[in-house]
């Protein structure tokens, strides 16, 4: 999945490149390709690395439940001595 997400964002990278190359000559096909690229990398690239980086992670952590509130003022306590 790691190399995949790294293969598909340099991808992404050229096309909007190339993009934007096109576009200094056709206007029309510059902006088709600099659009369609955009929406894979928005639609595609950022839930696929989303979801790669939080697959092993319990939400429930990053809550701010009573349990993680007093965690945080223990740490706190413990910094300040």
Do not use: C
Request: charged share 25%.
């Amino acid at each position: 999945m790691k190399y995949f997400l790294t293969i598909l964002f340099i991808s992404v990278l050229i096309a909007l490149g190339i993009g934007f190359y096109i576009k200094a000559e056709d206007e029309a096909t510059g902006n088709l390709i600099i659009g369609l690229t955009l929406m894979v990398g928005f639609f595609v690239l950022m839930p696929l690395f989303i979801y790669h980086r939080w697959k092993n992670r319990s939400v429930k952590d990053y809550m701010l439940t009573k349990e993680n509130i007093e965690k945080m003022q223990d740490y706190q306590k413990d910094k300040k001595i």
